[in-house]
């Protein structure tokens, strides 16, 4: 089988061909096209693997994004912090892997990296571009997947830089802090998209996986899995929901400012999401295996 990773970058892209190219695959060997607007960014072990093949493609750019005969494709919405329309991004972003899949003529099967939340049209923030997503690819070909992740551990790397600061602290966005939310190790959301990727049966179209982590987490278990890599204390400083925007200010363009703070309310406590979550019916639940701890303690070693 021919996997198509549309586009290869992001990490979660990454992860995934990683599972990929380490399966035992019983009856013929998987190869992936990885597309990458910047081939420099291919990392030295994925070309080191005969399965392997780099290609240039931009998604902003459909002519540019051959698929070459791939039978499945991984597509992810990339988020774009650039000062644009997020939400028109996502629908030229999601319309060019669409015209791609469709000029191939090859593709059985898509995947498309996605987000809880992401079954509403609005009332979710940045969430929305993945739902934009979803509509435009759901019948796109015969048998496509949505992977929804929980909120990525990774997220939390941002902090590095204030725990190993004087006094060693972090900042929360979610709040209060002892609120548990499902997390998932950014490894684990690729082991389920490769899964996925190589399932052979799917009983039904859309099929809609949520890809979580062992166990809700709440702010004190990041404060714990921080204290523990860093070796000492570490502070947790609370943002105040209306001081949201002003915290996201900080390190995000305006345009972006407003999705991220609906985001984060929608789904703290009394929230548009926190309301509805009783009602999300995913046809499965993936659950990976990596503990808020370890992924913390693998990032805060790297970097
Ligand atoms: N963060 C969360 O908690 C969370 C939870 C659930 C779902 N999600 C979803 O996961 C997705 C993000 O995945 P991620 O965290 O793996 O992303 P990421 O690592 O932040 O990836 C951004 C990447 O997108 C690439 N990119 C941007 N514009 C591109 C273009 N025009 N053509 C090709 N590549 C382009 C960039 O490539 P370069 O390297 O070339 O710059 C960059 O590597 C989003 O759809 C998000 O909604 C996130």
New binding site residues.
Partial sequence: MLVAVV?A?????QETIRALLETDQLTAPVGVRAI???LA?VPPAFRAHAGFQAVAG???DAEALDLGGADTVFA?????HDGSDMMQWATVASENTRRAIQRAGSVKRLVL???MGAEHASGTG?IQ??HIAEEILKDVVPEVIFMR????ME?WASAIATVQSEPPHLYSPITPVDYEIPMVAVTDVGKACATYLMAVDIPKHPFVIEVQGPREYAVKDVQNAFAEAAGHAVEVRPVAKADLATFFGQFLPEASVGPFVEMTLSFLPGGFLAQNAGNASPDRVYRGRTELAEAIGRMYNLG
Avoid at 9 to 13: G, H
Avoid at 149 to 152: D, E, N, Q, R, S
């Fill in positions: 586009p970058s992001p990490r979660t892209a990458y607007r910047d960014k931009d998604l902003s992810i919405t990339p988020p774009r990296l996605s987000s940045e571009t993945n992740g929980a909120y990525f997220n």
